[in-house]
């Protein structure tokens, strides 16, 4: 007898599970659109919008976009809503993004974002819109996103957060005189360029000086602690290491190797788990964040409107939250102690 009733167990068990998967596909368990962020318009007209999110994979700035993609996908699920993830390969240029907006196109996409490599990716936008495909940007501001037609271009102001890298070193090294190393994604990437020359015009009439205009790591956490480290040995006096793109924790743990997390500071960028720990175990001075989930999440909802509402928004560049992440405030802005998706605040 009490095997028959363990065994009814099992089974209201597994036909509840069953049920829950049923309403689940069907989108009853989809999120509440979050808080503070752009709100999905009514779908009246039961349009179905089918969006891709195109990215890349090489550090992990791109797991917060993910994020902010697929939590927009759950918001959007019972509304009429598809937005997917597409990782576009493994070089970040103007030709690898085309060939996968292309590639969008061809499959069937009404909405696609992407991360913009450059000003080539704009032919596409107005070529598109023009099609009646919603645009939509991410990661760097381009003027022609708005000029083309596209919906939505939301990225960091990055010569504005170069500049403000810049200030917030020169109050962290204090009055001592020295040479800080620049680690680039590439010399081609826009948003890295405007971060690096924004950081240079910063400097200037401080006792901060650049060793050198920069090297390449093209977003390598491994090459970024090569890099580091050859500042390091060849740099005597050095005090900083700035890097504006993927894997700045590589020169963190170059300096903590090395021993000398307190005579020379890492700057970097965006609010990655591993950046957190290097901050928190004081290898990393500090990082600078650019709403990595909001650019996967907003544009996501904002293309989301323009094509079932033919809604925009009022201005299409939209600077990014760009705060500067301390020991100091880190709890205040770690996204893992934060909300599902909250904007970044001080």
């Known amino acids: 007898m009490q095997i028959f009733l363990n065994r009814r167990r099992v089974s209201a068990c597994g036909a509840l599970f069953a049920l829950v998967s049923i309403a689940a596909s069907s989108g009853a368990f989809a999120l509440e659109p ?11 007209g039961h349009v179905k919008a089918k969006i891709a999110m195109i990215g890349f994979a090489n550090n992990p700035y791109w797991v917060s976009v993910q994020k902010g993609v697929e939590t927009a996908n759950q918001v959007l699920s019972s509304n009429g809503g598809e937005v997917k993830w597409i990782v576009a390969g493994a070089n970040i240029d103007v030709p690898t993004v085309d060939q996968a907006i292309r590639a969008a196109v061809t499959q069937g996409y009404n909405g696609i974002g992407f991360f913009i490599a450059g000003q080539g990716n704009c032919a596409l936008v107005k070529q598109l819109t023009e099609k009646k495909i919603a645009m939509g940007a991410y990661n760097t501001l381009f003027q022609c996103v708005a000029d083309d037609g596209g919906v939505i271009d939301y990225a960091q102001d990055q010569v504005t957060a170069g500049k403000n890298a810049a200030a917030e070193l020169i109050k962290a090294v204090g009055d001592k005189e020295g040479k800080v190393g620049i680690i680039v994604s590439q010399f081609t990437a826009p948003g890295s360029e405007q971060r690096r020359k924004g950081f240079i ?36 006096d050095l005090v900083a290491i700035y890097a504006t793109a993927g894997g700045p924790f590589g020169a963190a743990q170059a300096v903590k190797a090395a021993g000398k997390q307190d005579s020379i500071k890492v700057i970097g960028y965006d609010f990655t788990p591993e950046n957190i720990a290097a901050i928190r175990d004081g290898s990393m001075y500090g990082a600078t964040g650019q709403d990595e989930f909001g650019q996967g999440y907003n544009v996501s909802i904002d293309l989301f409107n323009a094509i079932v509402g033919g809604k925009k928004p009022e201005t299409v560049l939209q600077p990014a939250i760009s705060l500067f992440m301390t020991k100091a405030n880190v709890d205040k802005l770690d996204p893992a102690k934060l909300p599902l998706g909250a904007v970044p605040k001080l």
């Open 34 to 44: 979050l808080v503070d962020r752009p709100q999905p318009v009514a779908n009246d």
């Open 201 to 236: 015009e910063g400097l200037k009439g401080s006792k901060i000086t650049p060793a050198g205009e920069g090297v390449e790591a093209k977003d390598s956490a491994g090459a970024t602690f090569n890099a580091a480290k050859d500042f390091i040995t060849s740099t005597p």
